[in-house]
């Protein structure tokens, strides 16, 4: 079995390779399907988040009693990345690729930011913190659902 880390950051690639397939769209002028494509990449990615806040960080917070360090940074990220999540929503709806395509761009650097301290500081973490099969078992059962619900 693969560790959380490994785990998760596999769903950071995935995650990444929709994104890149709806930018594409866009920036080519086919609203439809990179609407399309980007609804897939934000409920891809708000199930991320879901699993993290829901599974992930209250594990960790009870087992390290930290409440107020990584995971509490990390949630507000996700709320940042939730604000633009819709907006972009908003501008491809409106088929404004200029300014879908700018905050995009904008994203996917405060996206890369954020993935770089979870995989980097908080997953070694979570690794070190919490029961290992248990959590990857919860993990790997949430990532299944997700893609079976997005692929079908």
């Known amino acids: 079995m693969s560790s959380i880390s490994e785990l998760m950051t596999d769903d950071h690639r995935s995650c990444d390779e929709i994104y890149a397939n709806a930018e594409e769209a866009i920036a080519a002028g086919k609203f439809d399907s990179g609407l399309a494509l980007w609804m897939e990449f934000s409920n891809r990615v708000e199930q991320h988040f879901t699993l993290e806040e829901q599974t992930l960080f209250p594990g960790f917070e009870e087992a390290t009693g930290m409440r107020a360090g990584p995971t509490m940074v ?13 907006s972009i929503t908003a501008a491809i709806e409106g088929k404004d ?13 405060f996206m890369q930011q954020h993935n770089m301290k979870e995989e ?6 979570l690794n070190d913190a919490l029961p290992k099969e248990e959590t990857e078992q919860k993990i790997s059962s949430a990532l299944v659902a997700v893609q079976n619900v997005t692929s079908g």
């Open 74 to 86: 990390m949630r507000g990220e996700h709320l940042q990345m939730r604000e633009m999540l819709k």
């Open 120 to 125: 980097q500081v908080l997953y070694p973490m």
């Open 97 to 109: 690729a200029d300014d879908a395509l700018g905050q995009c761009e904008s994203l996917m650097i």
